[in-house]
């Protein structure tokens, strides 16, 4: 179930287009993207099984308000403003389109209501979530997957190429924000709650054993991730003739099925994208409904999971690129908070003034944030420039060693250690 909810629309169009352009330079470009898009995630649901739940808990020590803003903009992200619309936009794109005679607005429409209301009905019913997905939609995606992937190395099209633009030299970098954009490290925040709750209804109330089960769900969910990443990334980089003047990487992905498979690929391909997308919406508008209603309580869980569906399908009709430009802002800005919160999940420990350190680590990363969305947003360019001093600021990669920092010094300094007791 944990496999199904992260392979969604991102992870499927976005490695086999940076594989094409990173091409002789795959191996670190690759690497860069399973940091983010795997080691990220993973490290992320073990994050909540330690800590025992999500943003709310990470952020305990700060004003409630800091984490409810943050939680709320990571679930609105991943949820109806993105992520979730996502989903829809891609099954259809690629499960759908190929097989028409003309795509228009209406068909589109009509497809998307018909995909948000299916996941509307499977998310209605979380304590049957593991049943309906874990047991029946992964075993037919992953025998999908597994004929995808092998096909993939058993039969390369095209030789590999020269590396493209910024994956000349800034290989790793640019895998490394590439893998932002699925959007899986903040999913990993949303989902491992989800889980958790899950575990709950299935009668396992014991802390202990809870993040036991999720531990081991990080890992498969994980292995499968890098196995799906590792093929389409292969696929892209042997792919530079057939894919030549793609501007995405669902375009590449059918281009190679109608070239191997024909018209049956066509269909395989359909319900590998279909399946994926479904499965990652459900837990998507499953996840953010919890969130919702845990924090405007006024409105049960069934009534959210209404109005998330009816808003995934209202964005999912502004089109797949337009969503694509105005996100990738967004995410900038919100990423490195998100990812300093998962790293101080593992430090907090033996930090003695967690409040004091949690705070000038949110500060300093949200900064960081509006810089870089600032900056690809192309908005206050003197302003922006003015922080070039700062370690890998040019690759929008900043937070990493301020990060660091701050928690290196976070360690050291010991004056408080009755904090370090009660935070515990």
Same mark, same amino acid.
């Given at each position: 179930?944990?496999?199904?909810?992260?392979?969604?629309?991102?992870?499927?169009?976005?490695?086999?287009?940076?594989?094409?352009? #990173?091409?002789?330079?795959?191996?670190?470009?690759?690497?860069?993207?399973?940091?983010?898009?795997?080691?990220?995630?993973?490290?992320?649901?073990?994050?909540?099984?330690?800590?025992?739940?999500?943003?709310?808990?990470?952020?305990?020590?700060?004003?409630?308000?800091?984490?409810?803003?943050?939680?709320?903009?990571?679930?609105?992200?991943?949820?109806?403003?993105?992520?979730?619309?996502?989903?829809?936009?891609?099954?259809?794109?690629?499960?759908?389109?190929?097989?028409?005679?003309?795509?228009?607005? &209406?068909?589109?429409?009509?497809?998307?209501?018909?995909?948000?209301?299916? /996941?509307?009905?499977?998310?209605?019913?979380?304590?049957?979530?593991?049943?309906?997905?874990?047991?029946?939609?992964?075993?037919?995606?992953?025998?999908?997957?597994?004929?995808?992937?092998?096909?993939?190395?058993?039969?390369?099209?095209?030789?590999?190429?020269?590396?493209?633009?910024?994956?000349?030299?800034?290989?790793?970098?640019?895998?490394?924000?590439?893998g932002y954009m699925t959007m899986d490290a903040l999913g990993a925040?949303?989902?491992?709650?989800?889980?958790?709750?899950?575990?709950?209804?299935?009668?396992?109330?014991?802390?202990?054993?809870?993040?036991?089960?999720?531990?081991?769900?990080?890992?498969?969910?994980a292995t499968g991730l890098t196995i799906v990443y590792v093929s389409?990334?292969?696929?892209?980089?042997?792919?530079?003739?057939?894919?030549?003047?793609?501007?995405?990487?669902?375009?590449?992905? &059918?281009?190679?099925?109608?070239?191997?498979?024909?018209?049956?690929?066509?269909?395989?391909?359909?319900?590998?994208?279909?399946? #994926?997308?479904?499965?990652?919406?459900?837990?998507?508008?499953?996840?953010?409904?919890?969130?919702?209603?845990?924090?405007?309580?006024?409105?049960?869980?069934?009534?959210?999971?209404?109005?998330?569906?009816?808003?995934?399908?209202?964005?999912?009709?502004?089109?797949?690129?337009?969503?694509?430009?105005?996100?990738?802002?967004?995410?900038?800005?919100?990423?490195?908070?998100?990812?300093?919160?998962?790293?101080?999940?593992?430090?907090?420990?033996?930090?003695?003034?967690?409040?004091?350190?949690?705070?000038?680590?949110?500060?300093?990363?949200?900064?960081?944030?509006?810089?870089? /969305?600032?900056?690809? /947003?192309?908005? #206050?360019?003197?302003?922006?420039?003015?922080?070039?001093?700062?370690?890998?600021?040019?690759?929008?990669?900043?937070?990493?060693?301020?990060?660091?920092?701050?928690?290196?010094?976070?360690?050291?300094?010991?004056?408080?250690?009755?904090?370090?007791?009660?935070?515990?």
């Amino acid at each position: 179930m944990t496999f199904a909810f992260f392979l969604g629309a991102g992870n499927i169009i976005f490695p086999p287009l940076a594989g094409m352009m #990173a091409g002789e330079n795959l191996v670190p470009a690759m690497f860069g993207f399973l940091v983010t898009a795997v080691g990220l995630p993973l490290v992320g649901l073990i994050a909540v099984a330690k800590i025992g739940g999500g943003i709310p808990t990470m952020t305990k020590l700060l004003p409630a308000w800091v984490g409810t803003a943050i939680a709320l903009a990571i679930f609105i992200i991943i949820g109806p403003a993105f992520a979730a619309p996502r989903t829809g936009l891609v099954a259809y794109e690629i499960g759908v389109v190929p097989f028409l005679s003309a795509a228009t607005d &209406t068909t589109q429409l009509l497809f998307t209501v018909a995909f948000f209301a299916l /996941a509307l009905v499977l998310a209605l019913n979380p304590g049957k979530l593991m049943d309906i997905i874990g047991k029946v939609l992964t075993p037919a995606l992953i025998v999908l997957l597994l004929i995808l992937s092998a096909s993939v190395v058993l039969n390369p099209q095209d030789p590999i190429a020269a590396a493209t633009g910024p994956w000349v030299d800034n290989a790793f970098s640019n895998g490394f924000l590439e893998g932002y954009m699925t959007m899986d490290a903040l999913g990993a925040l949303m989902f491992g709650t989800l889980i958790v709750d899950v575990l709950r209804r299935k009668g396992i109330d014991d802390r202990k054993a809870q993040a036991r089960y999720l531990s081991i769900a990080a890992v498969i969910a994980a292995t499968g991730l890098t196995i799906v990443y590792v093929s389409l990334f292969y696929l892209g980089a042997t792919s530079s003739v057939l894919g030549a003047g793609a501007d995405n990487g669902g375009a590449i992905l &059918t281009a190679y099925v109608v070239q191997v498979f024909g018209q049956p690929g066509l269909v395989m391909l359909a319900g590998v994208v279909s399946l #994926a997308c479904l499965t990652t919406a459900v837990g998507l508008i499953s996840a953010c409904s919890e969130f919702f209603c845990e924090v405007m309580p006024k409105l049960s869980y069934r009534a959210w999971v209404v109005i998330t569906a009816v808003l995934c399908t209202i964005v999912a009709n502004v089109g797949l690129s337009q969503l694509i430009a105005i996100s990738i802002p967004v995410l900038f800005l919100i990423y490195p908070m998100a990812m300093a919160l998962i790293v101080y999940a593992f430090a907090r420990g033996v930090i003695s003034q967690q409040k004091t350190v949690l705070t000038v680590l949110i500060a300093v990363t949200g900064a960081v944030g509006v810089l870089s /969305a600032l900056n690809v /947003a192309g908005f #206050a360019k003197p302003v922006v420039e003015l922080f070039n001093f700062l370690p890998l600021y040019d690759q929008h990669l900043a937070w990493v060693p301020l990060t660091i920092v701050i928690l290196i010094v976070g360690m050291l300094y010991k004056r408080d250690q009755p904090q370090l007791a009660a935070a515990k």
